[in-house]
């Protein structure tokens, strides 16, 4: 049977012809059966392909919010796939084979909650290290279990999905990717770096982002309140705190972390938590990654 898989593209009209080309690519893909809705996030979607469903959400509710109401819609839509795939709407899938190795590498580790592939720049070849998924980033070519996510190109289990809530929509941007996959390893599952499968993306910097340095601040006060046991906050947010003010200092946004920090303790009682076990922290620093760098 061809395996099925739901895809979710966000988009804001800003990039007409880079989602063109992510939608041309997608659609060219063997070997699965593929159904897309294209979520205008305070929008109506303006390049969608033939047939995909489309949702215009009347105001901007972040990127985890809009890519919930995709999955949403195509659940409401009946018959949802056993797996969902979030495409960033600038990211495109260089070979027609690759959902199809997603799907094959999800099978072949039944563990894993999550698959993600390898992003490189449009050479097939450049990998800045903050996208490889695990500490150890001086070699992205190697594949091997992973504990957080890059979120716009990732293929997730849907009965994992549904299970955990899909994305934290308070969270608006930056950091959704490190909460669910905490929040799957909480649930007893892992996630799988599948580097042998690549997938394209502008190499472009998230400081671009008028709002990079307060949310990224804010929202690692948030994730950690929300995931980790009590006494490992402290140690997390200072091992955190002293990064991002040393990465603040020397390329600007200080001033904005300091910001976003505040703003993060401020409204850390706001989150709902679900601190993970002992055992989920034991697990994860036996995987290369304990919760606190």
């Known amino acids: 049977?061809?395996?099925?898989?739901?895809?979710?593209?966000?988009?804001?009209?800003?990039?007409?012809?880079?989602?063109?080309?992510?939608?041309?690519?997608?659609?060219a893909q063997a070997g699965v059966e593929?159904?897309?809705?294209?979520?205008?996030?305070?929008?109506?979607?303006?390049?969608?392909?033939?047939?995909?469903?489309?949702?215009?959400?009347?105001?901007?509710?972040?990127?985890?919010?809009?890519?919930n109401a995709g999955v949403d819609a195509l659940r409401a839509a009946g018959d949802p796939a056993a797996y969902v795939f979030f495409l960033d709407n600038d990211a495109c899938l260089p070979r027609p084979d690759v959902l199809a190795r997603l799907v094959?590498?999800?099978?072949?580790?039944?563990e894993a909650a999550?698959?993600?592939?390898?992003?490189?720049?449009?050479?097939?070849?450049?990998?800045?290290?903050?996208?490889?998924?695990?500490?150890?980033?001086?070699d992205p070519g190697r594949p091997g279990t992973i504990t957080t996510m890059t979120e716009?190109?990732?293929?997730?289990?849907?009965?994992?999905?549904?299970?955990?809530?899909?994305?934290?929509?308070t969270l608006f941007l930056y950091h959704e990717g490190l909460d669910l996959a905490y929040r799957c390893w909480s649930a007893g599952y892992t996630g799988w770096y599948a580097a042998e499968i690549r997938m394209h993306h502008p190499v472009t910097s998230p400081a671009r982002h008028q709002l990079f340095h307060?949310?990224?601040?804010?929202?690692?006060?948030?994730?950690?309140?929300?995931?980790?046991?009590?006494?490992?906050?402290?140690?997390y947010l200072t091992v955190w705190s002293a990064i991002t003010l040393a990465r603040a200092f020397r390329s600007g946004g200080v001033r904005e972390s300091l910001v976003g920090m505040r703003e993060g303790w401020a409204r850390r009682t706001e989150q709902q938590r679900a601190p993970m076990s002992w055992r989920t922290v034991w697990r994860l620093t036996a995987a290369g990654r304990p919760p606190v760098i």
């Not at 094959?104 to 039944?110: D, G, I, K, L, V």
């Not at 097939?124 to 998924?133: A, S």
């Open 1 to 27: 049977m061809t395996p099925r898989v739901d895809v979710v593209v966000l988009t804001m009209n800003d990039r007409p012809e880079e989602e063109a080309l992510a939608q041309k690519t997608l659609l």
């Open 114 to 138: 999550y698959i993600q592939p390898r992003l490189t720049g449009p050479d097939d070849t450049t990998t800045p290290r903050r996208w490889v998924p695990r500490l150890r980033a001086g």
């Open 34 to 67: 593929v159904r897309v809705c294209v979520v205008g996030n305070g929008c109506v979607p303006q390049v969608a392909p033939p047939g995909a469903l489309t949702v215009a959400l009347p105001e901007n509710v972040g990127i985890p919010g809009g890519r």
């Open 104 to 110: 094959s590498a999800a099978e072949q580790h039944p």
């Open 214 to 235: 307060r949310l990224a601040a804010r929202n690692r006060i948030s994730v950690a309140y929300r995931n980790l046991p009590g006494p490992l906050i402290p140690v």
């Open 152 to 169: 716009g190109v990732v293929l997730i289990r849907r009965s994992v999905f549904d299970e955990l809530g899909g994305w934290e929509g």
